[in-house]
């Protein structure tokens, strides 16, 4: 027997969907941006072993010289990004579904288990509630960095005017490199976030979209309670 059970509130679901496609014009609008004075490289001495983005990759994407273009995306989704961040992050507190994503005493050593788990060298995971000790890990990860990406934007969007904010960060150069670093981890992220999507199957994306999913019969031979299955915050999954 299968049942269906509550898992994403509607108000996650939009947030996180929102979110989706606002960061996608954050990052090609930034790139087109960045290309304007694309400094960054890996090397030493006057040497680059690395440029982080070839002539040919902004050839390809056709995005030179397109700096007031990419400004003025920027600077107007840059107000949704945050605020849709800034209201994901007050849902979390005041409905306290924080207490499912902010990591627990365990998180560390339980993180472990679900990397060899997912890395098919241990069987099993530990009990979770609503996310798995490495989703807790990344998904406060991925809010921190929200953070860091707003304080070092405005950092870099009014150094003069927030000049105490761009102290705090290092200056106007490094809270740039900060900027562009946390982009990379952004990226970093959602690569990962797709791959581990799309691993988990339909049922936990369609979960996202609906706000219910389908508890797997194991989940039930594990002897869950009704209670417990019908409880948005208190069900108890064993297996994944
Ligand atoms: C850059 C964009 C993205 C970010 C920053 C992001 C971030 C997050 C976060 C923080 C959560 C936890 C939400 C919560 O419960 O409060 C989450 C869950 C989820 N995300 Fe994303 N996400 C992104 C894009 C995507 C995309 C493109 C997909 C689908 C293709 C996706 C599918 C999902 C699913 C299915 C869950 C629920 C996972 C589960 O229940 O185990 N996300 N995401």
Redesign the pocket.
Known sequence: MKKIVK??PLA?RW???I??PV??VMVWSGLLIYWANDIYKIGFNNKTVLKFFPDSFYKALNIPFRLAEGMSLHFIFMWVFAINGCI?FLY?LFSK?YK??FPNKKVLKESWQVILHDLHIKRGLPPQI??NAA?RL??TG??IL?FGMIATGLAIYKPTQLYWLCAMLGGYEWARIEHFSITIL?TL??AV??I???I?GWN??R??ITGF?VLPDDALKAGISNEQLTQNTDTIITN?
Do not use: P
Request: proline share 0%; glycine share 2%.
């Open positions: 898992k994403h996650i947030l996180h969907w979110n989706f960061l996608c994901y979390l579904e499912l994503i609503k996310y989703q990344a998904y991925v809010i929200g952004f992220f959602f976030h797709i581990q999507v799309i988990a936990n994306f979960s996202m999913e994944h």
